[in-house]
């Protein structure tokens, strides 16, 4: 059976979620260099990790650029504007690497896919196509963040805004994770084999 690309790349790219929730936390107390500095150290982390096991995720990548562009950007001219705008720019960074990666050609998500999948399996139809409307719903989810962003800066109510509303898009994109990779492969007619036992891993989550 063919080994897939990294056995263990798949949990650390998904580590990334906890260093934005331990983000969150310190700049809610308003300690805003220490929680950037902070997800910058626990971005270069995993990316480092990532980078030695040969499956560095773009989206760990964008964060680490993020954490240290906005560490920068507090040293040199303090924490007002990162206080002000720091919805918008992070989402908006994630949306806008997202609709990249599909205009290139190369949908984020296909990265975690392929790790789910036998190798045979890797330039498959079914698994582009997966992959490609992945991207979507979470290009699409992170659109709507910043969008939400920017209603908090401009109405108030930054927790509704922008946090339990884009979160409840991010937890629908989750579900959609765990759902879609079952569908494209019984759509795709794969019932048997190890490459559809791992899309319906896949699919599980």
Do not use: D
Not at 11 to 37: M, N
Not at 92 to 99: E, L, R, S
Not at 149 to 172: D, E, K, S
Request: aromatic content about 14%; hydrophobic content about 55%.
């Amino acid at each position: 059976m063919p080994p897939r690309e990294n056995p263990r790349a798949g949990f650390l790219g998904r580590l990334g979620i906890l260093v934005w929730a331990a983000y969150g936390v310190v700049a809610a107390y308003g300690h805003w260099l220490e929680a950037a500095a902070l997800g910058a150290v626990l971005s270069a982390v995993i990316v480092l990790a990532e980078y030695g096991r040969g499956a560095t995720k773009i989206m760990n990548v964008t964060s680490l650029g993020y954490f240290g562009f906005e560490t920068a950007l507090i040293v040199l001219y303090g924490a007002t504007w990162v206080r002000q705008f720091h919805l918008v720019m992070a989402w908006g960074v994630f949306a806008i690497v997202a609709w990249l990666t599909l205009a290139c050609g190369y949908p984020f998500t296909m990265q975690y896919a392929r790790e789910a999948v036998a190798r045979e399996q890797w330039t498959a139809r079914w698994l582009r196509q997966m992959s490609a409307r992945l991207t979507q719903v979470w290009a699409s989810i992170f659109t709507f963040g910043a969008l939400m962003g920017a209603v908090a800066m401009r109405y108030g109510h930054p927790l509704i805004f922008g946090v339990v509303l884009p979160g409840a898009a991010m937890a629908y994109g989750l579900r959609l994770n765990q759902r879609y990779g079952r569908r494209m492969a019984a759509s795709a007619g794969l019932i048997e084999g190890s490459g559809a036992h791992r899309a319906r891993a896949y699919g599980q989550g």
